[in-house]
Nanobody, 121 residues
Framework: QVQLVESGGGLVQPGGSLRLSCAAS????????MGWYRQAPGNERERELV?????????NYADSVKGRFTISRDNAKNMVYLQMNSVGPADTAMYFC?????????????WGQGTQVTVSS
């Protein structure tokens, strides 16, 4: 079994910073793309892509977070991080980690259970 566990969420003031971490564990052979998604309050139907990072380190960001958030990964530890700077109320959401993981032959998408980020003074 594969498990993704997020950590680092919490309450932060506008303009502040927060660092999210996600650890993948279990019977993992290989991990391709890792990323962060978020689900805003009252929008339970949609998870918005925040940032993704490939094995070679190439990244892609939502326009709303470009220049403020930075995604990184540690392939040796099967971890992905999201450094969030200059946060604002619009960043309040449940943040989910997602990874494309190879257990046997094929790759499958796995999700963590989420970590809450609340931006408020």
């Amino acid at each position: 079994q594969v498990q993704l566990v997020e950590s680092g969420g919490g309450l932060v003031q506008p303009g502040g910073s927060l660092r999210l971490s996600c650890a993948a564990s279990g019977s993992i052979r290989s991990i391709r793309t890792m990323g962060w998604y978020r689900q805003a309050p009252g929008n339970e139907r949609e998870r918005e892509l925040v940032a993704v990072i490939n094995t070679d380190g190439t990244t892609n960001y939502a326009d709303s977070v470009k220049g403020r958030f930075t995604i990184s990964r540690d392939n040796a530890k099967n971890m992905v991080y999201l450094q969030m700077n200059s946060v604002g109320p619009a960043d309040t959401a449940m943040y989910f980690c997602k990874a494309n993981i190879q257990v046997a032959i094929a790759y499958s998408a796995y999700w963590g259970q989420g970590t809450q980020v609340t931006v408020s003074s």
